[in-house]
C-alpha cells in the first residue's frame, strides 16, 4: 500500500523540523531520517507527506492480547496482574536477532488488522478486568502521539500504561512521552557501540541516556532486559562492564532480566543461550550489588524469584510467569524483617497467571465504541 493511498496518517505538529535542502527530519529518534516528499523513515511508520511528517498507524495494531504483567517482563510493578498488550509495525532500530520481526520488520500497512482509538482501549482494559495496558511487541517510540494519547484515555479510567522499549529516542520527544508512563521496561541490549551498530543498528549512548533520565528526572518505575546472545554480548568482561555501569548510575535496587535468545530472524546461525550464561550473569550483577537480578526464557524457578535484600528470605516465588509463595506485605515491605522491596505494589497479588489471551476489542466494548 502507498502512504497516498493509507487512511491511516495522522499529521505530526512536533519533532521535525524543515532542512536547508528542502528535505524534513524526523528528530524522534536518533537516527534523523531525512525525507523527500513520499518517502518513509527507516521506522516505516513516519513518513512526509505534503511536506508535513505524519504517523501512518495512529489507531491501528498488529494485535491485542492480555497478559501477564511478568511477560513484559516487570517483576516489582502490580504483580500477578492482567495486562492488555498491543503494537503497531515497524521499528526504529534493526536488531539482527529481533523475536518479533515479523511484526517489527513489516513493511505492510495489512499487518495492522485491528482498529481501535485511545478511548476504546482503555476502555477495553476496564472491562478484561486489566490494571495496565503495554506498548509492546514493536518500540512505542515511534507511534509516540498513539502511545501519548492511549495513555492520557487510560489515565482517565485508572489504568496504568506501560511502555516496552530500546529506549532509542531523543531528549525532548523522551520528555514527553515518559510524562504518561507508569512503567517501563527498557532492553539494554549490549553494552558495545560496535554490537549497537553492527548487530541493532543503531548507537549505544542513547539507550544510556533514556536509563539516566527515567532514573534521575522521573517517577517512572523501570526494568532492564538484556538478551544475550552466544557470541556476541555474553563475555563475562562486558557484563561485568555493563553491572558496574548500572549500580554506578541507576543504583542498586533497578530490576534486572538477564533472558535467552533463541535463534530467529537474521541471527539463524547462533544456538540458544545456556541457561548456565545467564545464571553466571545474575551472579556477575549481584556480585556488583545490583539487589534483584533475574533469569528469563528458561526454567529456573531460583533466578525468577525475589529475595529480601535485608534478610534474605522469598519474597515472592515465581515458575516462570505463576505466582506462588507471598511474604511482601501490602505496601511491599519484608514481612520478616521489614525492608522494603523496591517496586509498585498495591494489595495482595493477582492470580492471572501464565494465561494469554487475544482478544478482539469490539467484542468488548462494542464495534461503535467511541
Known sequence: MSLAESDEAVVTTRYWRVLDDGKIQCDVCPRHCQLSEGQRGLCFVRARQNDQIVLTTFGRSSGYCVDPIEKKPLNHFLPGTPVLSFGTAGCNLACRFCQNWDISKSREIDTLADQAPPAMIARAARELGCRSVAFTYNDPVIFLEYAIETAK???????????????????????EFYRYMDAANVDLKGFSEAFYHKVCGGHLEPVLETLVYLKRETDVWFEITTLLIPGENDTEQE????????????????????????????????????????????????????????????????????YCHGCGALLIDRDWYVLGEWNLSDDGGCRLCGAQCPGVFDGPPGRWGSRRMPVRLADWVGEDAP
Open 153 to 175: 484515555a487510560c489515565r482517565e479510567v485508572g489504568i496504568a500504561s506501560v511502555a516496552v522499549t530500546a529506549g532509542y529516542i531523543c531528549e525532548e520527544p523522551r520528555r
Open 239 to 306: 557484563i561485568d562492564a555493563m553491572s558496574r555501569w548500572v549500580v554506578e548510575n541507576l543504583g542498586p535496587d533497578v530490576p534486572w532480566h538477564f533472558t535467552a535468545f533463541h535463534p530467529d530472524y537474521k541471527m539463524l546461525d547462533k544456538p540458544h543461550t545456556p541457561a548456565m550464561t545467564l545464571t553466571r550473569a545474575r551472579e556477575i550483577a549481584m556480585g556488583h550489588g545490583v539487589r534483584y537480578v533475574y533469569t528469563g526464557n528458561v526454567h529456573d524457578r531460583a533466578g525468577q524469584s525475589t
